[in-house]
């Protein structure tokens, strides 16, 4: 394991430009460079890199980071391989820990069962293409379904020979672990291959590990099931994995799409026919992980189904989830009796490209017009139809695009825009209170997720749960919070008082710590929480610290703080309510910044503690409870004090 001591040399040494020039062309502009993005197709740089901040970001696809996240996204490593890189790049030593022997155990262990998988797929492999029934049953069933060798090959696909011990015999020839084939499910428990006489498909992780694997049977056995897959294990979180995916990110980001369909040889036939940016969900609905997985490359997803009843309906469900990650769902169905696989193979493809531009439909509308054929002549059906297509629309989160919906929605149901309006507004509203009742009642949660063997070295203050942001954006105190934390991100580092030694961050969070609970947006929260548990530690809280965060959405929250609209906005002032605009820009200024934004936060949770107060001394009366009225009389007075004196520094009124 490195050590946090040289995780951070490396992380202080590391020069964005310096790192990514090794890969893309940089020009100077101003005190940035710019050059094309390489994470999508442009023919424009948006691309910029910030020497000064130590940053990249895309103002294109809105990829950004520091250079540990460039190395991670383009050259596809983990957290320490990228420190590995640079420490290499800059001639840094690194210094390793000793790690706990129940840690170290762990990580063999897992480390042990990606090799136990490699060797697996090998040994398939090398069935498929040296043994007698591998060359003449297996090798033939993939040729009949017209895949070449090189596609065999890059998806690996193998053999698991007709024999009950044929992969446990050599794995134990070879010195394997049997209870680690166990664990992985390749052996079963009474100690028999568990895959015999299939065709093989393993799966990979976005590193291009084996985790896991699928099964098909060769010949059609009235017993045996067609498909058999690896169970869950340790590396292999299925809610997380979806096939294909390794092969085609690259794709997927250089298109900005993401094909979904629905079996293995979709997948492959696809890949084969040059479109590459296709995964595959493996037959089961679509998850959380898989939809996030997804977000990482590209927002758009275009899901392909086959064009029979079975495959309408399966087109409906698990799609409102996409719709919650705020992505754009198309749908394209593909003729009767037809699957991607034989479609490519009957028209090609530029035919088969053409009927994915031309086919494609909105999920929304496509939803809406098929339950409308349904209930068309039915009113109780069709209250049912516009209560379910309104109850995707207000899972939309961004309100522009919902609004659009419900202008096509209202005109293909035929319904009264404004009916449609009030209608969704009630199921977003619900919505919002059954998350925010679920956040309430979920205190701190417990992860229960699998550690990412990947990312096992990253320290445990950096692994903070994941976050649901979207609809507390829209709540409360959000944008005096966002400002907050965009200080503290940015200037925290910097010396806010020479005569006392208090750096930015201390400054601020010293003023916010007695309100910190009263934070309504959570990720902000956990960021100022964990700044204060950095200081209260001693360690320093630099802009790079927050740039370069394992936590993903921390990071890319950091980026964009720290990029626009400060930078790139003419008007960035008129989005303040009650900035000075006679104040200099927010970089040149950060001290007056800090005092204002603290301010205007302080001010903000004033207000509803007085609110709150103020209900209290109702309830108070009602009771009849004098003295402890009398209190919170007293405590009014007080927090109405310190409310206009903070209005009154902000030049503002409050009513
Ligand atoms: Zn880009």
């Not at 890969?23 to 424009?44: A, D, Q, S």
């Not at 997927?252 to 040059?274: F, K, M, N, P």
Request: proline letters at 4%; a negative charge.
């Amino acid at each position: 394991m490195i050590s946090q001591k040289s995780i951070q040399e490396v992380l202080e040494t590391a020069k964005v430009e310096e790192v990514v020039e090794d890969f893309v062309r940089l020009k100077r502009r101003g005190v940035n460079m710019i050059g094309l993005c390489p994470f999508h197709n442009e023919k424009t740089p948006s691309f910029t890199v910030s020497p000064s901040k130590n940053i990249f970001k895309c103002f294109g696809c809105g990829q950004g980071g520091g250079p540990t996240q460039f190395l991670m996204e383009h050259e596809n490593l983990s957290f320490p391989e990228a420190i590995r890189y640079l420490a290499k790049k800059y001639g840094i030593e690194l210094e390793e820990t000793v790690a706990s022997p129940e840690f170290l155990a762990e990580q063999q262990k897992l480390d042990s069962y990606y090799i136990i998988n490699k060797f697996a797929a090998e040994f398939f492999e090398q069935q498929l293409f040296e043994t007698d029934r591998g060359k003449h049953i297996a090798l033939p069933y993939f040729k009949e379904r017209g895949f070449r060798e090189d596609t065999i090959k890059k998806f690996s696909l193998g053999y698991a020979p007709n024999e009950w011990k044929g992969l446990l015999e050599e794995a134990s020839r070879q010195n394997y672990n049997a209870e680690f084939l166990k664990d992985l499910g390749l052996v079963s428990d009474k100690g028999f291959d568990f895959f015999r006489d299939r065709v093989m498909f393993p799966i990979f992780n976005l590193s291009g590990k084996v985790v896991g694997f699928g099964g098909r049977i060769l010949e059609n056995k009235a017993k045996a099931p067609k498909y058999i897959n690896s169970p869950e294990t340790e590396i292999y979180n299925k809610s997380k994995i979806l096939y294909g995916a390794f092969q085609a990110k690259n794709s997927i980001r250089q298109l900005d799409e993401c094909i979904l369909v629905e079996g293995y040889t979709d997948v492959i036939s696809l890949h084969q026919a040059g479109i590459e940016n296709v995964v595959s969900s493996s037959g089961t609905s679509l998850t959380k992980g898989q939809v996030q997985m997804i977000k990482r490359f590209t927002p758009n997803i275009k899901i392909l189904y086959d064009g029979d009843a079975a495959g309408i309906k399966a087109a409906l469900r698990g799609l409102d989830l996409v719709l919650e990650e705020d992505m754009n769902v198309k749908v394209v169905l593909l003729p009767e009796g037809e699957d991607p696989d034989s479609h490519v193979k009957k028209v090609g493809t530029a035919d088969f490209k053409k009927y994915l531009e031309e086919k494609s439909q909105d999920f929304i509308l496509f939803k809406a017009s098929i339950l409308m054929e349904e209930g068309m002549n039915d009113p109780v059906k069709k209250v049912a139809l516009i209560r379910s297509v309104v109850d995707s629309i207000a899972r939309i989160p961004d309100p522009i695009k919902r609004s659009l919906y419900i202008r096509e929605c209202a005109k293909l149901v035929e319904v009264d825009e404004p009916l449609l309006i009030s209608e969704t507004n009630k199921a977003v509203g619900q919505r919002f209170k059954k998350q925010k009742k679920e956040k309430e009642q979920k205190q701190l949660p417990e992860s229960n997720e699998q550690p990412d063997p990947f990312t096992v070295e990253k320290h445990s203050s950096l692994s903070q749960p994941a976050v649901e942001t979207t609809d507390s954006k829209a709540a409360g105190h959000e944008f005096q919070e966002r400002d907050i934390i965009r200080i503290l991100i940015h200037f925290g580092g910097q010396v806010f008082d020479d005569k006392e030694e208090t750096s930015v961050a201390a400054f601020l969070l010293g003023n916010i710590e007695d309100v910190i609970e009263d934070f309504d947006h959570e990720l902000y929260q956990i960021i100022a929480k964990e700044a204060l548990d950095r200081l209260s530690k001693g360690l320093a809280i630099e802009l790079s610290y927050f740039t370069q965060h394992n936590n993903k959405e921390i990071q890319s929250l950091s980026i964009d703080l720290i990029s626009s609209p400060y930078e790139y906005s003419e008007n960035w002032e008129k989005k303040w309510d009650i900035y000075l605009n006679t104040q200099k820009m927010p970089d040149d200024n950060f001290i007056k910044d800090s005092q204002n934004a603290l301010k205007r936060f302080r001010l903000k949770k004033i207000i509803r503690k007085c609110a709150e107060n103020q209900e209290k001394i109702k309830n108070l009366g009602k009771e009849g409870d004098v003295e402890n009225m009398m209190l919170h009389m007293r405590l009014q007075q007080k927090l109405i004090e310190i409310r206009n004196e903070l209005a009154n520094e902000l030049g503002t009124v409050v009513l």
